[in-house]
Every structure is written in structure tokens, then in C-alpha cells.
């Protein structure tokens, strides 16, 4: 299985914004959602935001809610993540996943492990 590839990782100020990108394999009709998850510099990998394949379920982690917003175009099997406002915080490595639908449910999808295929992470860094 092929795995998706992020791109759109960079340097950017604090204040400002940038947009991540993940392709995921093209007609994977077994892929219900596409999530997003960070991991800084000395912490553990964590939640970011989550959508589904339809568009009808989408999560975010407190951190970035109201910054941070999720969208994919299924059509260029496409997930996007447009990061504003930010922060010195969010300075991290930046993975985007797919994963099948989970029998525990949409609000499952906050978790690493509803995944079963990850991309290799881009590189995000927030200076001031």
C-alpha cells in the first residue's frame, strides 16, 4: 500500500500562515478519513485535525481550533491543512494519515491508532 506524501512544510513567522498538503493514494475507496498529526521537538505525537472522506466529520485538537483548518479534494486525492495565526507552539513535524472506517466511531479518529497508513512528516517552524 502506498503511503501518502506531505509537502508544504517551511519556515514561516510567527502571525503568519501556510498551507499543508498530503496525497494519498489515488481510488482507495477503503479510506475514510484523513487526519493530521504533529510531533515537536521533545513531546510525544499528537492530534491535530481530522476529516472524513465526505466531509461530514471533522475534528480539531484545542490547540489549533479556530487557526487550523482541514480540507481534502477527492478528486486529486488531496487532504489539505491551512495553518493560520501561527505560534511559536506549533513548531513541529507535521504527518498527515489515512485510515479505514473504526468500529469505536467518528470521535476515534483523534487517535494514532485509528491510522493504518502515515506519510513521512514535513518539517514546520515558527520563528519571531
Known amino acids: 500500500q502506498v503511503q501518502p506524501v506531505e509537502s508544504g512544510g517551511g519556515l514561516v513567522q510567527a502571525g503568519g500562515s501556510l498551507r499543508l498538503s498530503c496525497k494519498f493514494p489515488?481510488?482507495?475507496?477503503?479510506?475514510?478519513?484523513m487526519g493530521w498529526f504533529r510531533q515537536a521537538a521533545g513531546k510525544e505525537r499528537e492530534f491535530v485535525a481530522t476529516?472524513?472522506?465526505?466531509?461530514?466529520?471533522?475534528h480539531y485538537s484545542d490547540s489549533v481550533k479556530g487557526r487550523f483548518t482541514i480540507s481534502r479534494d477527492n478528486d486529486r486525492s488531496t487532504v489539505y491543512l491551512q495553518m493560520g495565526s501561527l505560534k511559536s507552539e506549533d513548531t513541529a513535524v507535521y504527518y498527515c494519515?489515512?485510515?479505514?472506517?473504526?468500529?469505536?466511531?467518528?470521535?476515534?479518529?483523534?487517535?494514532?491508532?485509528?491510522?493504518?497508513?502515515w506519510g513521512q512528516g514535513t518539517q514546520v517552524t515558527v520563528s519571531s
Open positions: 494519515a489515512t485510515g479505514p472506517l473504526n468500529f469505536r466511531g467518528d470521535s476515534y479518529y483523534v487517535n494514532a491508532d485509528a491510522y493504518t497508513s
Open positions: 489515488e481510488r482507495t475507496f477503503s479510506i475514510y478519513a
Open positions: 476529516i472524513s472522506r465526505n466531509g461530514g466529520m471533522i
